[in-house]
């Protein structure tokens, strides 16, 4: 007989692991404890050496299914005179407690969902203590239903004996409900009134004949129609205000096989516990209109993740759906009702809406498949808040993030939490929201910041923040924080060689970075190589209109007049004209060593008209079109500084012979590559270091991703991204952290390894 002490570190909390490690012991016929405390779980097991090591074999290899196990740690311990196993009461006085996010339905509430005999049968808001909302529904901690947004609803007998009874799947399930004691839908017009008691049936039947409807879902509203009726696609479009920008969608596994090549991991990271869209390959000739996603060979898909979605998506049959975030562009998601009832009436022609109320906004997470893991893109519903432990108490603070896609992070203890995607911080209701989520995270997590990170931007939204919240100001260069970011993800601490490749941010000496390698200490780089500069003509506009650095570039180029008129010759002459003077004059020019820059000016000569209505539009254009290519254009390096000129010579000489433009993306790419695998041999050389951080949004591109790995794993780097952080600027804030953390309280290597996937199924672990 023997007794072991496990303790388990990670988000097992909010995720039924005492009801499931409950009934593993019972079963099992060990006798001990187990209780939620600060890291995560205590467990104490009592039982022969056999039984024991088939415990944690199997807690090991079936962890609840929304579980992130970081670490288990466990230790021989005296045996103690006992007869059962108990669920004891949570460890915590008024220290942190981390929570799991919203987690999509799980497979055992779903088979309940359809079938007839159960008492929850087509009930949307069934779940249980592996699913539904978390973040979305908690109004102030502890994670209780009295402060929940679940508090007003008395629960019913039945629901209550579940509530209560150990042994059942909904064991403190905290959002537990039925279809009578529980939230209801309720389908209604613009007026207000309700148009059929049968509300999924009659929203599918209107969005078959080509209506908007916006939908309630988890962290806010979604706008809802049919991706198979291009005119309601356009509607929405226009409606919206989003031109271009690919809108998500969401079908059942067996539709999704039809219009999408996916992948066993894409499969299971779209049913993980986050569910996040994912972005997948597009098959051609399928059931969605065009203009879903035009110019890009992906489409972001989504399973239906919540019982209310499920039962949307199995009346729609075959039908795919248009699932977007309910809000106009550039704003943030909306998530109360009356406010959705205001402003989005212009869009939707019927409200599908209940009365389980929403505390805060997550839009929808986005994810892709590299190299065979996830990779975040924007982290929100079902992954954030993202905690992570540090073993050093940490001063208080709070990081900024940067002004596009941003997250912020907090600091304090030894818990780390980056928030939410909150969005683009130009517009007023962003702002405000970035507050409100700002104040929300500080109450739930009880943390008071006593000093603010920063970017080095002087123009930015969060700068002008950070100023004035009467607190010291930390400020630290954009890329140097997108590279700590990754140190900091993968707890590195040793020489780094990082390579940033980004749209622009502010550098130390006043120009716009976006092109940079860097080496040393993730807390003292070195820029050691970077693209070389050219003006930004006209500043920030430059970055939505990819003419511009087109006509930088080549001018940069020597390249002549005559050929000019011919590569710009469907731009009007008076623009040319005028961008030119602005060049020759160095008016409003700022200098720009960016990547993203780049590729815009790439993506112009193979064909990209019009403007980025969305970050990263011309590269995405470029990305879709291009052939693998092993030819490469030509390019020097002098003085440290990448010479591009002779790329943009080369793409148009092969513009003016007729060289087919998915052959040239293809080059350009390869070309790309070359530079990030040359340059870092060349620092390596010099430095010895042979770890290799990626970073910045021009990271999206797989392509360019999946080769990096793939070339510099080959020559013996050990090389690091970003996975479960975003790898633009939704990732900066723990960077921003991680280089704070390097000049006052240590932010040391963890005692844990923190696993690198979003949480998701078993078998990441
Ligand atoms: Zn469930
Ligand atoms: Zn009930
Ligand atoms: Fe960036």
Same mark, same amino acid.
């Not at 109004?139 to 039945?158: A, W």
């Given at each position: 007989m023997i007794r072991i002490r496990v303790k388990i570190i990670g988000v097992v909390q909010g995720v039924g692991f005492r009801p499931e490690v409950y009934n593993l012991a019972n079963k099992l016929k060990l006798t001990g404890f187990i209780f939620n405390d600060l890291n995560g779980v205590t467990i104490e097991i009592q039982g022969q050496k056999k039984i024991t090591d088939e415990f944690i074999e199997s807690l090991k290899k079936n962890p609840p299914r929304a579980a992130r196990i970081d670490a288990i740690i466990f230790k021989e311990i005296k045996t103690k005179k006992e007869k059962e196993f108990l669920i004891k009461p949570s460890k915590y006085e008024g220290v942190r407690q981390s929570l799991s996010p919203d987690i999509s339905i799980c497979p055992d509430c779903q088979k309940e969902l359809f079938d007839p005999k159960n008492r929850r049968y087509l009930y949307p808001f069934i779940n249980c203590y592996s699913c539904g909302p978390r973040f979305t529904f908690?109004?102030?901690?502890?994670?209780?239903?009295?402060?929940?947004?679940?508090?007003?609803?008395?629960?019913?007998?039945?629901?209550?004996?579940?509530?209560?009874?150990?042994?059942?799947?909904?064991?403190?399930?905290?959002?537990?409900?039925?279809?009578?004691?529980?939230?209801?839908?309720?389908?209604?017009?613009?007026?207000?009134?309700?148009?059929?008691?049968? %509300?999924?049936?009659?929203?599918?039947?209107?969005?078959?004949?080509?209506?908007?409807?916006?939908?309630?879902?988890?962290?806010?509203?979604?706008?809802?129609?049919?991706?198979?009726?291009?005119?309601?696609?356009?509607?929405?479009?226009?409606?919206?205000?989003?031109?271009?920008?690919?809108?998500?969608?969401?079908?059942?596994?067996?539709?999704?096989?039809?219009?999408?090549?996916?992948?066993?991991?894409?499969?299971?990271?779209?049913? %993980?516990?986050?569910?996040?869209?994912?972005?997948?390959?597009?098959?051609?000739?399928?059931?969605?209109?065009?203009?879903?996603?035009?110019?890009?060979?992906?489409?972001?898909?989504?399973?239906?993740?919540?019982?209310?979605?499920?039962?949307?998506?199995?009346?729609?049959?075959?039908?795919?759906?248009?699932?977007?975030?309910?809000?106009?562009?550039?704003?943030?998601?909306?998530?109360?009702?009356?406010?959705?009832?205001?402003?989005?009436?212009?869009?939707?022609?019927?409200?599908?809406?209940?009365?389980?109320?929403?505390?805060?906004?997550?839009?929808?997470?986005?994810?892709?498949i590299v190299n065979k893991e996830p990779l975040v893109i924007r982290a929100s519903r079902g992954v954030s808040p993202l905690f992570f432990k540090r073993d050093k108490d940490l001063i208080p603070a709070l990081a900024m993030g940067a002004d596009l896609k941003n997250s912020f992070a907090l600091s304090s203890g030894k818990d780390i939490i980056l928030s939410q995607y909150i969005g683009d911080m130009g517009s007023a209701s962003v702002k405000k929201r970035w507050l409100d989520v700002r104040n929300l995270y500080e109450e739930l997590f009880n943390i008071s910041p006593q000093v603010v990170v920063a970017d080095l931007h002087p123009g930015y939204e969060t700068t002008k923040i950070a100023e004035n919240l009467g607190l010291p100001v930390y400020q630290f260069q954009h890329h140097k924080a997108h590279i700590a970011s990754v140190a900091f993800e993968h707890s590195l601490s040793e020489p780094v060689i990082g390579v940033a490749f980004d749209g622009l941010g502010y550098g130390e000496d006043g120009n716009f970075w976006g092109g940079e390698f860097f080496s040393g200490d993730p807390c003292n780089l070195n820029r050691e190589h970077h693209l070389a500069y050219f003006p930004l003509l006209g500043g920030d506009i430059a970055s939505v209109e990819p003419v511009r650095a087109a006509l930088s570039l080549v001018l940069e180029s020597k390249i002549n007049s005559e050929r000019i008129k011919k590569i710009f010759g469907d731009e009007t002459n008076d623009k040319i004209f005028n961008l030119k003077t602005m060049y020759e004059k160095k008016?409003? %020019?700022?200098?720009?060593?960016?990547?993203?820059?780049?590729?815009?000016?790439?993506?112009?000569?193979?064909?990209?008209?019009?403007?980025?209505?969305?970050?990263?539009?011309?590269?995405?254009?470029?990305?879709?079109?291009?052939?693998?290519?092993?030819?490469?254009?030509?390019?020097?390096?002098?003085?440290?500084?990448?010479?591009?000129?002779?790329?943009?010579?080369?793409?148009?000489?092969?513009?003016?012979?007729?060289?087919?433009?998915?052959?040239?993306?293809?080059?350009?790419?390869?070309?790309?590559?070359?530079?990030?695998?040359?340059?870092?041999?060349?620092?390596?050389?010099?430095?010895?270091?042979?770890?290799?951080?990626?970073?910045?949004?021009?990271?999206?591109?797989?392509?360019?991703?999946?080769?990096?790995?793939?070339?510099l794993s080959k020559k013996g780097f050990n090389v690091y991204y970003n996975k479960m952080v975003p790898i633009s600027d939704g990732g900066i804030a723990l960077g921003q952290l991680y280089l704070l953390n390097c000049k006052g309280p240590t932010l040391t290597k963890e005692t844990i390894n923190v696993s690198c996937h979003p949480r998701s199924d078993k078998k990441n672990k």
């Open positions: 908690i109004k102030k901690m502890p994670y209780d239903r009295r402060n929940t947004t679940m508090s007003g609803f008395k629960m019913c007998l039945e629901c209550a004996a579940e509530y209560n009874d150990p042994k059942n799947r909904r064991f403190h399930a905290e959002p537990i409900a039925c279809s009578k004691c529980g939230p209801a839908l309720k389908l209604i017009d613009k007026k207000g009134k309700e148009i059929s008691k049968d %509300s999924i049936r009659e929203a599918v039947k209107l969005i078959k004949k080509g209506k908007i409807i916006a939908v309630k879902g988890l962290g806010g509203y979604q706008l809802i129609c049919d991706a198979g009726n291009k005119e309601a696609v356009n509607y929405l479009r226009e409606a919206k205000n989003r031109p271009h920008k690919p809108l998500a969608i969401m079908v059942d596994e067996g539709t999704l096989k039809k219009i999408a090549q996916v992948s066993a991991e894409e499969i299971a990271l779209l049913k %993980s516990a986050s569910s996040p869209i994912v972005l997948v390959k597009k098959k051609k000739n399928n059931i969605v209109a065009e203009n879903v996603a035009s110019g890009v060979n992906e489409y972001g898909v989504m399973l239906p993740y919540t019982p209310l979605h499920q039962l949307l998506i199995k009346e729609a049959g075959e039908k795919v759906l248009v699932v977007t975030s309910g809000n106009l562009s550039g704003h943030s998601i909306i998530f109360k009702d009356q406010e959705a009832l205001k402003s989005l009436s212009k869009i939707a022609d019927y409200f599908l809406m209940h009365n389980r109320e929403i505390t805060v906004g997550y839009d929808d997470s986005v994810a892709r008016i409003n %020019s700022p200098l720009t060593s960016s990547m993203g820059r780049l590729f815009d000016a790439a993506s112009y000569f193979i064909g990209f008209r019009g403007q980025n209505t969305y970050e990263g539009e011309a590269a995405c254009y470029l990305e879709s079109m291009a052939e693998e290519a092993e030819e490469k254009y030509r390019y020097s390096v002098e003085n440290r500084t990448i010479l591009v000129f002779k790329i943009i010579e080369g793409m148009i000489k092969d513009l003016e012979s007729g060289v087919k433009k998915e052959k040239i993306a293809g080059k350009f790419q390869r070309t790309v590559l070359e530079i990030i695998v040359s340059e870092t041999l060349k620092i390596s050389k010099e430095t010895g270091i042979r770890t290799v951080c990626l970073s910045g949004g021009v990271f999206q591109n797989r392509y360019l991703l999946e080769n990096t790995l793939k070339k």
